[in-house]
């Protein structure tokens, strides 16, 4: 048996590569840029109007001059017109190239136009004001998004200024999720007395969903031969599989047996944890094993804590490690890392983690009304309020 | 002008209602659950055996017995078997129904099996040890998830569980989002020296998506009666027009008078907010209409500060406020409302929020870098490191 840290460290040593692809932009939301996305011109790419009012050229102004003759209209979207006449001005609208021969603008809200001739009621001018001047955000060729940024809707509207329609991410694995165990039937059947229903594999595929990883599931019967054909067929088609359940000491869970059979290095089997301690970890050549223990916290916990850094590391992103303030005390006995759910509360600006006891409901709903583990050293049994420790989100995010 | 807190009282006051709907369980994740979702038999529905190895009846351990002959196997999955021989025991499997006449579960680390007979090595065996009691998690008719619950992962497997394959959930808005401006052309087109890209649509239906919300996508060209004929349609159509840009005072911001002649009643234009203050906000009996300012981050911020709560309110789900500690100075002298971005670091359980400053990069790219909006009051030009503000996340989520 080895340590939390130590699995890990096991884990993050054992990444795949899934190759990149070039997707739609509007689909890249949550995928791993695996480009540098650069400006493909500067920024603004005019000189640019920055308010609805009348351009000017500022010479004018500081030699006294307040009533300019409307010359034109200078609009969002047309091509840059002139001021012949200095003394005049245009009207200029947001968004517009500023006109040639002006260099100033003063908003509506500032100027008195009548019979064509704008008047401009404050003093306070100062040249250049409200023109967004060419390149200013950034010069053509400037790096805007980092390659393996993760993209969220802050990048869809750099990727659309810039024209990247597609853009080149990480592919992500293809994962088959398999379920054993005789006592479990379908969601929609009704169980006998001593079965029931099927539910680790579900809570997998919408935990890897917020990865956005698509994936399949099966279940196979607690059937040595079937599951070692079955599982043959997986190992060549999937990236990685994860099982949840047949890997502790059962008679049945003949999933250890079965990956040493068909040439799944074991890298580890069991860790000092609570739960999911009998978690399984292999791999062959191009695909990992993750046998997660059945209980349904215990798969819960062993993918966010394993599968999910496997996975970012093997994307090419790194996560910031959150942690929490202690709400209350607790005690924890045994020598194992502990992990246990709580529920999160922004305190002035502190996450301050509290453990749900004394409602007695155990594991069935637990993860309904919580929103982390926190994660309890191995090394110590009393845990103090107010203390920091590491914890994983499941919710709130 | 209004102040953010009453543009935001103002929104809030006129949620819509879209009705509910029942959806594949697997779908319903960030969906808003609309009933409850109740145990269908006790939890575990039978004593459950929770360690793979023998069944005993405690009261033989108790009189000193040790080495029980072993009668049969408990398989999970299988009808309950019983146990004739009070002097036997039964192996039994994780996840199998206790077998009858037993009580106590000794695990096979702390047992010897030799010529079909157990003996168990250790003398600390508790009465009634390793077997999760019928009901212990939750009785029949108990409330596991509430009303109104936002949808996740944790939940998947308790749908799952009792066998909610449909679950009922609030529709979801139908909403169309619409650019204007001539000056756009589309992401794959090479613009001319005074045209950009259409942008802010895509970051609003990215935005939208973090919702579980699809979105149509519109472009309308400055022309006040192509406006108001596609403008008069889509009330009709959708619940939700969300605009960018044409609402401040240029030429062809033709977007409020449109409204007013079609009927939307004007809630507020202008909020005393950077950016983003020329908000446009309105409703039909049946349409609610969000005029964003078309800067990219008055789009942005617009749709975080005030659409994302009017959509939580609306489908009946309530948001905690989180806040940041400010990790520098601040000088911001207007008398408004303003949001800024910041990056986001959480040290030793507190999330402290660094404005990103001195890079130059002006809008374009100033998303990307960011994790977060904090708020700072409108009375307040001295904002000070380590004060508390209000902070809205579109990062790290």
């Given at each position: 048996m080895i340590s939390v840290e130590k699995a890990l460290q096991i884990v993050l040593n054992s990444t795949q590569r899934f190759g990149v692809e070039e997707i739609p932009f509007l689909k890249s939301v949550g995928r791993v840029l695996k480009e540098e996305v650069l400006?493909?011109?500067?920024?603004?790419?005019?000189?640019?109007?920055?308010?609805?009012g009348i351009a000017i050229d500022f010479f004018q102004f500081k030699k006294g001059q307040r009533a300019f003759t409307i010359a034109g209209i200078q609009a969002a979207g047309s091509v840059q017109i002139t001021?012949?006449?200095?003394?005049g001005c245009m009207e200029v609208m947001t968004g517009?190239?500023?006109?040639?021969n002006t260099n100033t603008v003063i908003r509506y809200e500032d100027v008195m136009l009548e019979n064509g001739i704008a008047t401009i009621t404050i003093e306070a001018i100062v040249e250049g004001q409200n023109v967004h001047a060419r390149?200013?955000?950034?010069?053509?060729?400037?790096?805007l998004i980092h390659k393996n940024t993760v993209l969220s809707a802050a990048e869809i509207g750099v990727l659309a200024t810039v024209g990247k329609s597609f853009v080149k991410v990480a592919k992500q694995p293809k994962v088959m999720i398999v379920s054993t165990g005789d006592e479990l039937v379908g969601v929609a059947e009704i169980p006998l007395e001593h079965q029931i229903r099927r539910s680790n594999v579900f809570t997998l595929v919408s935990l890897l969903e917020r990865l956005h990883i698509s994936s399949k599931t099966a279940h196979i019967t607690d059937d040595k031969s079937i599951l070692k054909s079955k599982i043959k067929s997986y190992l060549k088609a999937y990236d990685v599989l994860l099982f949840s359940g047949?890997?502790?000491?059962?008679?049945?869970?003949?999933l250890p047996e079965v990956f040493e059979e068909l040439g799944v290095?074991?890298?580890?089997?069991?860790?000092?944890?609570?739960?999911?301690?009998?978690f399984f970890y292999g791999q062959t050549n191009t695909c990992s094993v993750f046998g997660f223990p059945g209980n349904p916290i215990s798969t819960f916990v062993n993918c966010l804590v394993y599968f999910y850094p496997w996975y970012q590391k093997s994307v090419g992103f790194e996560v910031e490690e959150e942690t929490a303030v202690l709400g209350e005390d607790v005690h924890f006995r045994p020598n194992l890392t502990y992990f246990l759910q709580v529920k999160l509360e922004n305190k002035k600006g502190r996450i301050v983690a509290s453990p749900i006891s004394?409602?007695?409901?155990?594991?069935?709903?637990?993860l309904v009304n919580t929103d982390a583990f926190i994660q309890f050293p191995d090394d110590k049994s009393e845990l103090k309020k107010g203390e920091i420790f590491k914890i994983i989100r499941y919710r709130k995010f």
């Open positions: 400006a493909d011109r500067d920024f603004p790419p005019f000189n640019r109007v920055a308010m609805d001021l012949q006449n200095p003394l517009a190239v500023l006109p040639n390149s200013k955000d950034g010069r053509c060729g400037d790096l047949a890997v502790s000491k059962g008679k049945y869970d003949f290095e074991k890298l580890f089997h069991k860790v000092a944890q609570r739960p999911g301690k009998p004394g409602n007695g409901s155990g594991d069935l709903a637990s």
